[in-house]
C-alpha cells in the first residue's frame, strides 16, 4: 500500500480569471503561492514527488516540497484546450464551436486540442508508470492539475464517480491510500474554488 497526495497546482492569473488554462505555461500569481504556502501547516508528507512539466506544478512543488527532487512526467499535463486555449467561456460564447462542445457534455473532441477519451487514457497511463515505480510503503505527492485529478479520481477511486464530480479548487489535495490499482480516499481538501 502507498499513501498518495494528489495535488492541484496553486492559482494562475488564468485560473482566477476562470480561463481555459491547459496548455499556457503561466506561472503561478500571488494568491496561488500563499494557497501554497497555506499547505504548510497541513502535514503533508511525502518520500517520492511526480510533477507536471507546467511552470506552474514545478513552482507549486518547489514551494511545498523544498527538499525533494521532483520526477517530472510529461504525460500528467493538463488538458490541450486547443482553440479554447486562454478564452474564458464568456469570450467563447459565441463560439460555435464551444456551443457545441458544451451542449455536448464536453464530451467530444476540442478542436485544435485533445479529446477526453484522449486526455484520459494519457493522464492514466503515465500515472500508472510512475505509481508503480514507488515502492510499498514510501508515501508519494503527484502536483498536478484539476483535470489530472479529475481523471485519476474517475479511473481508480471507489466508490465510482463521475469525472467533473470529482472536481477540487486550486491549493486542493486528495489524500487516499494506493493498494492493487485502487484508490481508497482518506481526506479530500478542496482547496480554493474560483
Given at each position: 500500500m502507498i499513501r498518495l497526495?494528489?495535488?492541484?497546482?496553486g492559482a494562475?492569473?488564468?485560473n482566477l480569471e476562470r480561463r481555459y488554462v491547459g496548455r499556457t505555461d503561466e506561472p503561478l500569481c500571488e494568491t496561488g503561492v500563499r494557497q501554497i504556502l497555506a499547505l504548510r501547516g497541513h502535514g503533508l508528507y511525502a518520500g517520492r514527488l511526480f510533477v507536471s512539466p507546467m511552470?506552474?506544478?514545478?513552482?507549486?512543488?518547489?514551494?511545498?516540497f523544498p527538499d525533494l527532487s521532483p520526477t517530472i512526467v510529461r504525460g500528467?499535463?493538463?488538458t490541450d484546450f486547443g482553440v479554447f486555449e486562454g478564452r474564458s467561456a464568456d469570450?467563447?460564447?459565441?463560439?460555435?464551436a464551444y456551443r457545441r462542445w458544451v451542449d455536448g457534455g464536453c464530451l467530444?473532441?476540442?478542436?485544435?486540442?485533445?479529446?477526453p477519451g484522449q486526455f484520459k487514457a494519457r493522464c492514466r497511463s503515465a500515472f500508472a508508470r510512475a505509481v508503480h515505480t514507488v515502492p510499498d510503503g514510501v508515501p508519494a505527492a503527484f502536483v498536478i492539475h484539476g483535470g489530472v485529478i479529475m481523471a485519476l479520481?474517475?479511473?481508480y477511486?471507489?466508490?465510482r464517480r463521475d469525472f467533473y464530480r470529482c472536481h477540487i479548487g486550486n491549493g486542493g489535495y486528495v489524500l487516499a491510500d494506493w493498494n492493487q490499482n485502487v484508490l481508497r480516499i482518506v481526506t479530500v481538501f478542496r482547496g480554493a474554488q474560483p
Amino acid at each position: 500500500m502507498i499513501r498518495l497526495i494528489l495535488l492541484r497546482h496553486g492559482a494562475t492569473a488564468g485560473n482566477l480569471e476562470r480561463r481555459y488554462v491547459g496548455r499556457t505555461d503561466e506561472p503561478l500569481c500571488e494568491t496561488g503561492v500563499r494557497q501554497i504556502l497555506a499547505l504548510r501547516g497541513h502535514g503533508l508528507y511525502a518520500g517520492r514527488l511526480f510533477v507536471s512539466p507546467m511552470l506552474r506544478a514545478r513552482q507549486t512543488a518547489r514551494l511545498l516540497f523544498p527538499d525533494l527532487s521532483p520526477t517530472i512526467v510529461r504525460g500528467l499535463a493538463e488538458t490541450d484546450f486547443g482553440v479554447f486555449e486562454g478564452r474564458s467561456a464568456d469570450e467563447l460564447s459565441g463560439c460555435c464551436a464551444y456551443r457545441r462542445w458544451v451542449d455536448g457534455g464536453c464530451l467530444g473532441p476540442i478542436p485544435g486540442g485533445e479529446s477526453p477519451g484522449q486526455f484520459k487514457a494519457r493522464c492514466r497511463s503515465a500515472f500508472a508508470r510512475a505509481v508503480h515505480t514507488v515502492p510499498d510503503g514510501v508515501p508519494a505527492a503527484f502536483v498536478i492539475h484539476g483535470g489530472v485529478i479529475m481523471a485519476l479520481l474517475e479511473a481508480y477511486a471507489l466508490p465510482r464517480r463521475d469525472f467533473y464530480r470529482c472536481h477540487i479548487g486550486n491549493g486542493g489535495y486528495v489524500l487516499a491510500d494506493w493498494n492493487q490499482n485502487v484508490l481508497r480516499i482518506v481526506t479530500v481538501f478542496r482547496g480554493a474554488q474560483p
